[in-house]
């Protein structure tokens, strides 16, 4: 069983940068996919990122491109996701997940394991 914490969080200005970090305890971080999902106040849960398993193939939803980076390092059992160009837009409660079977995957069903999140506010 994978325990999984998300860190990083906080207030940021609009163009300002922010790197979560969602640390893993349990088996090897590399036999789990791991997504980075978010929701703002009133909306549903969006897949934002994901990192394969296998091979590091990385995914981004068409809002982030160009301005979110995942990234993971397994022997510190950490995925990051570092976050340019923040706005407001992307105020969220950011959430870690894993799965272990399957291919990367924005949805959330396929996911087997959940951070507790963390606050992400972008306002000036």
């Given at each position: 069983?994978?325990?999984?914490?998300?860190?990083?969080?906080?207030?940021?200005?609009?163009?300002?940068?922010?790197?979560?970090?969602?640390?893993?305890?349990?088996?090897?971080?590399?036999?789990?996919?791991?997504?980075?999902?978010?929701?703002?106040?009133?909306?549903?849960?969006?897949?934002?990122?994901?990192?394969?398993?296998?091979?590091?193939?990385?995914?981004?939803?068409?809002?982030?491109?160009?301005?979110?980076?995942?990234?993971?390092?397994?022997?510190?059992?950490?995925?990051?996701?570092?976050?340019?160009?923040?706005?407001?837009?992307?105020?969220?409660?950011?959430?870690?997940?894993?799965?272990?079977?399957?291919?990367?995957?924005f949805d959330r069903e396929e996911y087997d394991y959940w951070g507790q999140g963390t606050q992400v506010t972008v306002s000036s």
């Amino acid at each position: 069983q994978v325990q999984l914490v998300e860190s990083g969080g906080g207030l940021v200005q609009p163009g300002g940068s922010l790197r979560l970090s969602c640390a893993a305890s349990g088996p090897r971080l590399d036999y789990y996919v791991i997504g980075w999902f978010r929701q703002a106040p009133g909306k549903e849960r969006e897949g934002v990122s994901c990192i394969s398993s296998s091979d590091d193939n990385t995914f981004y939803t068409d809002s982030v491109k160009g301005r979110f980076t995942i990234s993971r390092d397994n022997d510190k059992k950490t995925v990051y996701l570092q976050m340019n160009n923040l706005k407001p837009e992307d105020t969220a409660v950011y959430y870690c997940a894993a799965e272990a079977l399957g291919p990367c995957s924005f949805d959330r069903e396929e996911y087997d394991y959940w951070g507790q999140g963390t606050q992400v506010t972008v306002s000036s």
